[in-house]
Structure formats: C-alpha cells, structure tokens
C-alpha cells in the first residue's frame, strides 16, 4: 500500500498520525521504507514514537529468505519486527499509561491494508496500553532487547537452568547472562571465531574441545536441526534438551541413544507478560545487563544494507534500526 507523494504524517483533529513510514517486505528479499496507513486511536490504546528497532536473525531472516514455515497472518507484503522502544506521544484515557513514557512495544497489528507481522518497525505504532512495557528512558536502545531477554527467560522457566548453551549469538549471550544470574554456571558452545568473545561469568568453547557427556540441561538457540544426534550423546541419564530456537526443517533423531539415556525434549515458545515483568525486575535490580549485545547500527534510510548485513556477516551479532532521523 503506497500513499501518494507528499502526503507525509497527515493528522486528525485529535491530532493522532494517521499515515507513517514502516518497514514493509513486500515479497522475500524485496524490502522498502514506505507510507503506510494506521488504524484509529482508541480510549485504550497509545500511539508510539519509534525511536529504535532491532532486526531478529531467527524468525525475520525466515520472513526475509522467503523460508518462514507457515504461520498464522503470514502473507506478503507486510511489516516484520517485535523489538521495538519508543515515547508515547498519544495515551487514550483508558490506556493506563502516559505521555512522554518511553515503552518498550512487542510487535503492533496496527495498519491498514497491510500485515505487521510481527508490526513493530514503523516510525509510529497504535498499541494497547495493556500491551506496551513502560521501561526507564536510561535504558536507551538497549531497550529492544526486552524481546530476546524474555525469550530467554521463558526457555529457562520451564525447567533446571541449563548448564550446557549451544551457539553464542545474541539469545545465546541472554541466556547465559541469565543463568549467571539465577546462579547457574553454563558453558556456551560456538565454533564460529567471531562470536566466541564477549562472554561474561561464563566459558565459551568450541565443542571439538568439549569431552563432557554428562549434561542435564542442554539449551540449543542455534536453530540447527542436524545437532540433535549430537546433543543427545552430550546428555546425562535423564537430561533434557530445550529446543530454544527456531527450526525451519523437520526435526529428527536416532531413536536408540535417547532411549537409552531417557532423555527429555522440550520447545520453548515465545515469550508471556510474565517473562517480560521477570526480565524488568532482574534489571531494575541490577542482576542482568542488557548492554554491550548490539554490535551494529545503521538509520531507517539504509535498512535494506542493514538487513543484509544482519543476516550475512558472522561479527554482527545484533543490528538495530534508528528511527529519529526517519525521512
């Protein structure tokens, strides 16, 4: 959906934005910064100014290669994205939140005549108030990692904190930091050079140098498949596999080893409110950092570059969009 040249951010009387600039994959490997319509504010509802978003390498790298299971909503065009922070600049009376607040958004369906799935990267967002997470203006762009950090969260609610982490990207570090946190003590898998710094209160080896098979915890954020034969040998009787990632391909394994140590397997899903509110509280109490995890940065206006390169360089390890210069 294309608004007609110089249209540019049109208000109503209640002066709410109407039209706004948004990421939109209008087919795989086809992305453009282009207007797109917003629906009405209502009493419950805020309307955000996007200051940064980031780029998922796991579920929008699938929506931008075209290789994304089917999913619920999927269809092109749309507008990806789900690691949003912003200022609210509207607040319905019903909302419960406040102008001027710097909230973090996971993902709006907020358009007209377009998908957001997930919604998040546009220059203006309409949210419930409900939905949107008021976060400290301190917080800065690290903010639009709340998303991964929840995700993490959710992977180690469900069970013993893992002390085995396969791969060492941004979810990898979260996780790690995470288990650290809560008092675990993980060993982070990665054979990739570029990734293997950055670790704190944790190891980070290459699993060609790892002889352990005794894990009871095995966390996979690497989105590989073809692991699990391997991470089954690495497990202790009884262990458990949380499959924190997000697999494209079908799933299998060797029947007899699992049967023989009795191992578990569990998916963790996306994140609820609740790790969103643990996340916040571990923050505010000085236990987890989110800061040092975004290696790259690129404006709005080279967003095509900056999803490439989120997805092609190894060294990024998390790239965000910043929209306080959107066109």
């Not at 629906?39 to 980031?54: I, N, Q, R």
């Not at 009871?216 to 089954?232: N, P, Q, R």
Request: charged share 20%; net charge negative; glycine share 12%.
């Amino acid at each position: 959906m294309t608004f007609p040249p110089g249209a540019g951010l049109e208000f109503r009387g209640s002066g709410v934005v109407k039209n706004t600039m948004a990421i939109i994959l209008r087919e795989p490997r086809h992305l453009v910064l282009d207007e797109v319509g917003l629906v009405d504010l209502t009493e419950g509802d805020v309307l955000v100014e996007v200051m940064w978003s980031g780029i998922s390498t796991g579920t929008e790298r699938l929506l931008w290669s075209g290789r994304m299971p089917h999913f619920p909503g999927l269809q092109y065009p749309l507008i990806p994205g789900y690691e949003t922070v912003g200022i609210v600049r509207e607040a319905g009376t019903a909302s419960g939140r406040q102008v001027g607040q710097t909230v973090f958004v996971p993902g709006a369906r907020c358009f007209r005549g377009i998908s957001g799935l997930f919604g998040g990267a546009a220059h203006h967002l309409v949210a419930a108030g409900a939905k949107v997470v008021p976060v400290p203006a301190s917080l800065g762009e690290d903010g639009v990692l709340l998303a991964l950090a929840a995700t993490a969260r959710h992977a180690l609610a469900g069970g013993a904190l893992p002390d085995l982490i396969v791969g060492h990207g941004v979810l990898g570090r979260l996780l790690a930091r995470l288990a650290v946190a809560l008092g675990g003590n993980p060993t982070v898998w990665e054979k990739n050079p570029a990734r293997m710094t950055g670790a704190e209160g944790y190891a980070v080896i290459d699993p060609a140098t790892d002889a352990r098979c005794d894990y009871a915890v095995i966390c996979d954020v690497s989105g590989d498949g073809a692991l699990l034969d391997t991470l089954i040998a690495r497990l202790s009787r009884g262990g458990e596999i949380v499959l924190a990632g997000f697999y494209e391909a079908p799933l299998s394994f060797v029947f007899p080893p699992a049967f023989m140590r009795e191992a578990r397997l569990r998916i963790a899903a996306e994140f609820l409110p609740a790790d969103l509110a643990a996340v916040m509280a571990l923050i505010e109490a000085g236990k987890l950092s989110l800061s040092g995890l975004i290696s790259h940065r690129a404006p709005v206006a080279d967003a095509a570059r900056a999803y490439e390169t989120a997805f092609a360089d190894p060294a990024c390890v998390k790239m965000i969009l910043d929209w306080r210069a959107c066109p």
